[in-house]
């Protein structure tokens, strides 16, 4: 946890990305860093947690990170607790709480809120169109039989 926080204060210090950083750990060493790159990149999908996940399966060559925990300066956002179960580490372990982010402009409350309501009711409204033609993708994913199952 000391190295993703100090990793936080590095990438403020720094003038690369928000105050946020991550470590992703397997059988106690970390195999994998990162730190908020939102503005340096220009990419709102750059948060730490993200990035070191990135990094992890890269390096070990893995979409599957099963075995590995995540240590991250600040409790995962909607965005990054969706990659971490996707990512399927087994355990995360955070230090700043969600409302700390929110007292310093951070505030993913907004994205809570708008999940729980009617795709037709949300700030950015969500329209479902060709849905039959669009399974035809699962379709034949459902008869491939080579597939790699994730």
């Not at 990419?43 to 590995?68: M, N, Q, S, Y």
């Not at 700043?96 to 409204?125: C, T, V, W």
Request: hydrophobic share 40%; aromatic share 8%; net charge negative.
């Amino acid at each position: 946890m000391a190295r993703a926080i100090q990793l936080s204060i590095d990438n403020v210090n720094s003038g690369r990305g928000g105050p946020f950083g991550a470590v992703v750990v397997k059988d106690g060493t970390i195999i994998a860093e990162g730190a908020n790159q939102v503005t340096a990149t220009n990419d709102p999908t750059a948060h730490a947690e993200v990035v070191a996940i990135r990094e992890a399966c890269k390096k070990l060559g893995v979409f599957d990170l099963e075995g590995c925990e995540i240590y991250t300066s600040c409790e995962p956002c909607p965005m990054c607790l969706g990659a971490i179960y996707w990512a399927r580490m087994s355990r995360v372990y955070f230090a700043n709480a969600d409302a700390d982010a929110s007292r310093i402009g951070f505030d993913d409350s907004m994205i809570y809120r708008e999940l729980a309501q009617p795709h037709s009711e949300r700030k950015i409204p969500m329209i479902q169109m060709m849905r039959e033609e669009a399974l035809a993708a699962f379709r034949a994913w459902e008869k491939k039989t080579n597939k790699i199952e994730y």
